[in-house]
């Protein structure tokens, strides 16, 4: 005997569905209601900083040209200003000294009958120093790299902040290698006669190069070209045409546009409240219809006191690097972090 079961079947069926409707239901409002009611941190006054670098003059003079604006984007290896090389009556009477020395050491060569040299004894060492100071770089580069790797796993921050970590790490593994390789230590040993025409031909090509500086020196005003070392903005402070500048003085700096970040102060009593990878959203005044989005990823408080206020601490927000947005550093941000 058959028994027809169609009818039952066909009211689980429906009933099953009522209730996962209704649990679909329930469902989405829980989510609704709890993403209305997420608390967050509004920061007015944070700002797009950035990595920047200090460009130096490799030689004393004058200010002759600057080819930039301040605040301007500029290229790597792009011209920035010119410099009108100082050569001082001192300086001129050297090069003169040295060009008569150059003389001199030529006609003592071609006095002497046989001509002695050196050949080298090579030693190696090592410099104990250099390999402490670079261990200690290699450890932070390990740990910040380390610490970079677990942020880009979270999502927390670019690929290109992760890269530079990784960059800085393995040019830190480097110079530990470089500072561990034994250098060598030459000492002279005479036990060579050497050819009198090879040393006379040396001697008159150190002529020639001591003339020619000495000449130049004497008639030509001689210009140096100082250039950006990475794409970024300019920041020229107080670097203006007519400058004096010295050999080794920090002109101005270059904003690295590829290794920016929001950066916001909050009291530091606060700080529990946020975490790294936290989500952020913010508008930037200079592009008022578009929000961007990031993430947390470095919180400076009591470990670094000195680099901030007494009673604030330092959120670091990832900006997106795969928009066609420029951030320049200085760009004032609205911030709103989801706690």
């Given at each position: 005997m058959e028994i027809d079961i169609t009818e039952k079947v066909y009211k689980i069926i429906k009933y099953c569905l009522?209730?996962?409707?209704?649990?679909?239901?329930?469902?989405?409002?829980?989510?609704?209601?709890?993403?209305?009611?997420?608390?967050?941190l509004v920061i007015s006054d944070a700002q797009i900083q950035g990595k920047n670098v200090n460009i130096m003059s490799k030689?004393?003079?004058?200010v002759q040209d600057i080819l930039v604006e301040d605040g301007a984007m500029v290229e790597a290896g792009q011209t920035i200003a010119i410099l009108q090389v100082e050569i001082s009556p001192e300086q001129i009477k050297e090069l003169e000294n040295n060009l008569e020395n150059e003389k001199?050491?030529?006609?003592?060569?071609?006095?002497?009958?046989?001509?002695?040299?050196?050949?080298?004894?090579?030693?190696?060492?090592?410099?104990?120093?250099?390999?402490?100071?670079?261990q200690k770089n290699l450890d932070r580069a390990a740990a910040n790299r380390d610490k970079m790797e677990k942020l880009f796993a979270m999502g927390a921050i670019s690929a290109v902040q992760n890269n530079a970590a990784q960059v800085a790490y393995q040019a830190a593994l480097d110079n530990f290698t470089a500072a561990n390789t034994p250098r060598v230590n030459s000492t002279a040993v005479v036990n060579q006669v050497a050819n009198k025409q090879e040393l006379l031909r040396i001697a008159q090509l150190q002529i020639d190069q001591a003339?020619?500086?000495?000449?130049?020196?004497?008639?030509?005003?001689?210009?140096?070209?100082?250039?950006?070392?990475?794409?970024?903005?300019?920041?020229?402070n107080s670097f203006t045409i007519d400058t004096k500048v010295q050999a080794g003085q920090n002109l101005f700096t270059v904003s690295d546009?590829?290794?920016?970040?929001?950066?916001?102060?909050?009291?530091?009593?606060?700080?529990?409240?946020?975490?790294?990878?936290?989500?952020?959203?913010?508008?930037?005044?200079?592009?008022?219809?578009?929000?961007?989005?990031?993430?947390v990823f470095d919180i400076i408080g009591d470990e670094a006191l000195e680099q901030v206020d007494d009673n604030m601490a330092i959120l670091k927000i990832s900006v997106p690097m795969d928009e066609d947005t420029v951030f320049k550093p200085g760009m004032r941000v609205n911030l709103k972090i989801t706690l």
């Open positions: 009522i209730c996962i409707l209704f649990l679909v239901l329930g469902m989405s409002s829980i989510i609704y209601c709890w993403q209305k009611n997420d608390v967050y030689v004393s003079g004058t001199l050491h030529y006609n003592n060569i071609l006095s002497t009958p046989d001509v002695i040299t050196p050949s080298v004894q090579n030693n190696t060492v090592v410099d104990q120093a250099s390999v402490e100071s670079a003339k020619l500086a000495y000449e130049q020196s004497k008639s030509a005003q001689q210009s140096a070209v100082i250039t950006a070392p990475v794409s970024g903005m300019v920041n020229l546009i590829a290794d920016v970040w929001v950066e916001a102060k909050i009291n530091r009593n606060d700080v529990y409240k946020v975490g790294l990878g936290n989500f952020s959203s913010y508008s930037i005044t200079e592009y008022p219809r578009l929000i961007f989005k990031g993430t």
